[in-house]
Every structure is written in structure tokens, then in C-alpha cells.
């Protein structure tokens, strides 16, 4: 993955309104979203919910698919697993890592 790349998806993300929505497409899995059920569950006004989706997508964060009348936004999860790699490519300088359960970083 390309810097720019990861730039611009960790800006997208760096914004509490675009980090809720994209937690709840992740937490939708493959189902997807319609941006009424999105809205409703973060209590944002559509025109708000849209700009945000908007610069989501532009990050290669979402996708969206016409179903009929519905949209349908998704979690982009080959880029999120792209990013976390990215994140944790070098990880402790190639030495296994504590559990998850630890609070200190083996490195």
C-alpha cells in the first residue's frame, strides 16, 4: 500500500462521526448498510451522514451498491486488512508479540 494511500485513510478515519459509521459497516459485515439504517443508529442528519460517507469513500474505505431503490455502503475490508498490514508490517522488529491480553508492547 501506498503512503498517500494510508494518509488518507487514517484522515478519513481521524473524525468521530466517520469512525462510528465505519465501525458499524464493519460490525454489518457483507450485508451492508443503507444510509437510513446508518442514520438512525448515529442519530446524523442525512446531509451530514452523505458528506461523510462521501469522504469514506473517497479514502477507498467504502463502497456502495444501487440495489434496486436502496443504496447499500459497505466496509472496503481487502483496504482495511491492506491498512492493518501496512500498521503492523514491521511489528516488533519481526520478534513474536505479547498476547493480546498484555498491556505492554514486547518490544
Given at each position: 500500500?501506498?503512503?498517500?494511500?494510508?494518509?488518507?485513510?487514517?484522515?478519513?478515519?481521524?473524525?468521530?462521526?466517520?469512525?462510528?459509521?465505519?465501525?458499524l459497516?464493519?460490525?454489518?459485515?457483507?450485508?451492508?448498510?443503507?444510509?437510513?439504517?446508518?442514520?438512525?443508529a448515529?442519530?446524523?442528519?442525512?446531509?451530514?451522514?452523505?458528506?461523510?460517507?462521501k469522504?469514506?469513500?473517497?479514502?477507498?474505505?467504502?463502497?456502495?451498491e444501487?440495489?434496486?431503490?436502496?443504496?447499500?455502503?459497505?466496509?472496503?475490508?481487502?483496504h482495511?486488512?491492506?491498512?492493518?498490514?501496512?500498521?503492523?508490517?514491521?511489528?516488533?522488529?519481526?520478534?513474536?508479540?505479547?498476547?493480546?491480553?498484555?498491556?505492554t508492547?514486547?518490544?
Amino acid at each position: 500500500m501506498e503512503e498517500q494511500h494510508v494518509i488518507r485513510s487514517l484522515a478519513a478515519l481521524a473524525q468521530a462521526h466517520r469512525l462510528k459509521v465505519f465501525r458499524l459497516l464493519v460490525v454489518a459485515g457483507q450485508h451492508g448498510l443503507t444510509p437510513g439504517a446508518l442514520a438512525e443508529a448515529l442519530e446524523l442528519p442525512a446531509a451530514t451522514l452523505s458528506f461523510h460517507l462521501k469522504e469514506l469513500s473517497n479514502a477507498g474505505l467504502v463502497s456502495q451498491e444501487r440495489i434496486s431503490r436502496n443504496v447499500v455502503y459497505r466496509a472496503a475490508f481487502d483496504h482495511m486488512n491492506e491498512l492493518l498490514a501496512y500498521l503492523t508490517e514491521n511489528c516488533c522488529q519481526g520478534e513474536a508479540c505479547m498476547p493480546a491480553s498484555s498491556t505492554t508492547c514486547a518490544c
